[in-house]
Structure formats: C-alpha cells, structure tokens
C-alpha cells in the first residue's frame, strides 16, 4: 500500500475579484498518510477550507497538482473527477443539514449514498456501526446534530469512500454532538479508512496522528 493516499504538488489556488486576484493558498505541497488521521489547522481565513476542497476534488488548484493514490488529478476531465467523488473520495460539510436528502428517511440516505456508488445496500449493519440502530424509518430531523454528521460519515462507509475528508464537523455542534463525530471519526481511523478533517477545535486536533498548519495560505 502507499504511504500517502494523497498528495499535493506545490498547490496554489486564486480567485478573481473586483479588487484584485487574491490568493487563498500558496505553494503548498504535502502528502496525506494512508492511514489515521490528519488535521489541516489554522485559524479562520488560513485557507485550510480551501485546500480540503482542493484534496476532495471539489475544486481545482489554479497551479499545481493533486494525486489520489499516486494519480495525478489536476487535468482529469470533470466527468472523471465527479465519478471518483462518487466511488472514492467522500467530503462533509459543517452544516449537518448539509449532509443529507432532508426529505428522505436516514436509511434512504444510506440506500441512495450506496446505490450512487454501485455498492450492496448495507443499511442495518451500517447504523449499526454508527450508533444507531432502529433509526432507519426516521426522519433525518428527528436526529440531533450530532447523530445528523454521524449519518453522514455513515453514507461514506455506504459507498465505500477509500478516504473521507470533513470540514469543520464540529464547528456548529454542543458538546455532547461534538463528542459523536470525535468518536466516529476514530472508528473510521480504525476501521483502515484515512480521514482528513480541517479545524481549530483543539479537541480534535489532539487527536490527530498528522497536522499540518496553514496561516495565510501557506504552510507554517
């Protein structure tokens, strides 16, 4: 196996505006371990978002590249990219609302993350493993905040995302809510599959087997 699951190669990303171009991120290059899990840290406005959109495949680097499992990435066709966003590589949003098809029941949401990557539907043994067995009739309102990023993390392990990548899972989340998604994001670690979180939550910094600071774009 690989050392690295991903890598970025001298990565920078710009936008555009009415001002000027403003950079976002500088130069970066790192390589995520295949295992563990890895914490992209810096305050807000580091553009630690930004790279983890980068690493997910969401965005393009404006230079630069991007390898999923020593694949380079950056000049892939969009169809190629959405379809390893679909079989591969799996991106969490802060907003648990975000996450999820409000309108379909939590098992649905995990039908329809499996069936979108071709993979057998595994609903009970998956709640199961997430802490919430039964739920599978409810409505995704009726779960907290908490349990709402579980289910997310959840459709991942439904389509088979080989590594899963979050940003700011606790951000918008109490205590107690938080410490669900800290204690998911361990299980996927041990369960083999990398995870790569951007945060300043200390807590889940501490966890971290790899981090990586970023201030104002670049690596510190």
């Keep these: 196996m690989a050392e690295h699951v991903l890598r970025l190669v001298e990565v920078g990303v710009e936008y555009r505006t009415p001002g000027g171009t403003v950079t976002a991120v500088s130069d970066v290059s790192l390589d995520v371990p295949s295992t563990g899990i890895t914490v992209l840290a810096g305050p807000s406005g580091s553009g630690k978002s930004t790279l983890l959109r980068v690493l997910s495949l969401v965005e393009r680097p404006?230079?630069?590249?991007?390898?999923?499992?020593?694949?380079?990435?950056?000049?892939?066709?969009?169809?190629?990219?959405?379809?390893?966003?679909?079989?591969?590589v799996a991106l969490v949003f802060q907003n648990p609302g975000d996450n999820l098809i409000g309108h379909l029941s939590v098992?649905?949401?995990?039908?329809?993350?499996a069936q979108a990557a071709g993979k057998p539907e595994q609903v009970d043994e998956v709640l199961d493993q997430l802490g919430l067995?039964?739920?599978?009739?409810?409505?995704?309102?009726?779960?907290?905040?908490?349990?709402?990023?579980?289910?997310?993390?959840?459709?991942?392990?439904?389509?088979?995302?080989?590594?899963?990548?979050?940003?700011?899972?606790?951000?918008?989340?109490?205590t107690a809510s938080a410490d669900l998604v800290l204690e998911t994001l361990v299980d996927l670690s041990r369960r083999g599959i990398p995870v790569v979180v951007a945060s300043h939550d200390p807590r889940l910094i501490a966890l971290a087997d790899t981090c990586f600071t970023l201030r104002d774009g670049v690596l510190a």
């Design 62 to 88: 404006t230079l630069g590249n991007v390898e999923l499992r020593g694949v380079g990435t950056a000049r892939l066709p969009n169809k190629a990219r959405r379809a390893l966003r679909r079989t591969d």
């Design 133 to 174: 067995p039964g739920t599978a009739d409810w409505k995704v309102t009726a779960l907290s905040g908490g349990q709402q990023q579980r289910l997310a993390f959840g459709c991942a392990l439904a389509r088979g995302a080989t590594v899963v990548l979050a940003d700011e899972p606790t951000s918008q989340l109490d």
């Design 107 to 113: 098992g649905d949401n995990l039908r329809a993350a």
